[in-house]
């Protein structure tokens, strides 16, 4: 009895967790899907319910994408290394923007020591982008709140 119960419980947690998922699919302006093959498209390729299916919450602010897919490791990993980071030409009176890994990112301010402060969304927080061993191509990226602070002697 006891196993029936656990699996009713589990099938309820599904079965929530998909309704949360079209519930902030509807939010974002995505609207339900209308057909079979687009609700099985729509269930294969979202990482989203993946991770209400796992038990995760979604979080506040939709992570940035990583060559087109959610990017949920730097989010809850605060960090990454090997990115790409790309200048994007300015346009007239636009805020200062790079891509990493193929997603726009704002310039929130460029010390000058050769690092970046950036974030993906002005309610995300900064990070720090540097380059990896003085690698023209290949830049680490630290959530600032993570970043070593000097100490003070």
């Known amino acids: 009895m006891a196993g029936m119960d656990e699996r009713k419980s ?10 949360r998922w079209l519930r902030i699919r509807e939010r974002s302006g995505h609207p339900a899907p209308t057909s079979y093959a687009e609700l099985v498209d729509a269930i294969g390729h979202s990482a989203l ?6 038990g995760k919450t979604p979080l506040r602010v939709p992570p940035p994408r990583s ?26 009176g636009a805020a200062p923007k790079v891509t990493v890994n193929e997603w726009a990112w ?21 990070y720090i982008a540097e380059r990896e061993d003085g690698d023209p191509v290949r830049w680490r990226l630290t ?3 993570l970043w070593p602070r000097p100490t003070d002697g």
């Open 10 to 19: 589990d099938e309820r947690k599904a079965v929530d967790s998909v309704v």
């Open 106 to 126: 704002d310039i929130v301010e460029e010390p000058g020591d050769g690092r970046m402060l950036i974030r993906y969304n002005r309610e995300a927080p900064v």
């Open 49 to 54: 319910l993946r991770r209400l299916l796992a």
């Open 143 to 145: 959530r600032r709140d």
């Open 67 to 92: 060559f087109g897919q959610p990017w949920y490791s730097l989010i809850e990993g605060g960090g990454a290394d090997g990115c790409e980071l790309r200048p994007l030409k300015d346009r007239p």
